[in-house]
């Protein structure tokens, strides 16, 4: 398996295929988590748009579309957000490479931590994002809920 990451740029035109490899990825939370997970709100009309408004990263495996991250740049910190990685690929460290291309582009900005949010019932991506050096610094309920719904993790950047 040779993975390559690239950028989402113009000239990427699966969205689509980037779309389905997102629900299949998160397909595992649908029956864990409420509310249900705002991936099922994308088209890939939505995903273009958002590719072009923050920088995404694809990884491939050959023509095959591997995982995915998508990175928005903040005040003091790279928030990261839809991280996918294909289900029959995962354990390969596609993860972890979509995860220093964070870094780097992180750096790039001249920001210094990495940010993301992770649902409150999804305990074993706590312990994989915590494995990754990331540590919890909030709790946080989406609109209409009175229970914590995700938490919000960060990682300082050496």
Same mark, same amino acid.
């Given at each position: 398996?040779?993975?390559?990451?690239?950028?989402?740029?113009?000239?990427?035109?699966?969205?689509?295929?980037?779309?389905? *490899?997102? *629900?299949?990825?998160?397909?595992?939370?649908?029956?864990?988590?409420? &509310? &249900?997970?705002? !991936?099922?709100?994308? =088209? &890939? !009309?939505?995903?273009?748009?958002?590719?072009?408004?923050?920088? !995404? /990263?694809?990884?491939?495996?050959?023509?095959? $579309?591997?995982?995915?991250? /998508?990175?928005?740049?903040?005040?003091? !910190?790279?928030?990261? %957000?839809?991280?996918?990685?294909?289900?029959?690929?995962?354990?390969?460290?596609?993860?972890?490479?979509?995860?220093?291309?964070?870094?780097?582009?992180?750096?790039?900005?001249? *920001?210094?931590? $990495?940010?993301?949010?992770?649902?409150?019932?999804?305990?074993? +991506?706590?312990?994989? /994002?915590?494995?990754? %050096? /990331?540590?919890? =610094?909030?709790? +946080?309920?989406?609109?209409?809920?009175?229970? =914590?719904?995700?938490?919000?993790?960060?990682?300082?950047?050496?």
């Amino acid at each position: 398996m040779t993975i390559e990451i690239r950028r989402v740029d113009q000239s990427f035109d699966r969205h689509g295929d980037l779309l389905e *490899l997102i *629900l299949r990825a998160f397909a595992y939370m649908d029956w864990r988590i409420d &509310p &249900p997970s705002s !991936a099922h709100r994308l =088209t &890939p !009309a939505l995903l273009k748009e958002k590719a072009s408004q923050e920088c !995404a /990263f694809v990884a491939q495996d050959g023509g095959r $579309l591997a995982g995915c991250i /998508f990175l928005k740049p903040e005040p003091d !910190a790279l928030y990261i %957000g839809k991280l996918a990685v294909e289900p029959t690929m995962q354990g390969r460290g596609i993860g972890r490479r979509l995860l220093v291309t964070a870094e780097a582009t992180a750096r790039e900005h001249g *920001l210094k931590a $990495l940010r993301l949010e992770t649902r409150i019932e999804l305990i074993e +991506n706590h312990r994989v /994002f915590s494995g990754w %050096g /990331f540590h919890k =610094t909030a709790e +946080n309920r989406h609109a209409g809920f009175d229970r =914590t719904t995700s938490i919000e993790m960060r990682r300082e950047l050496e």
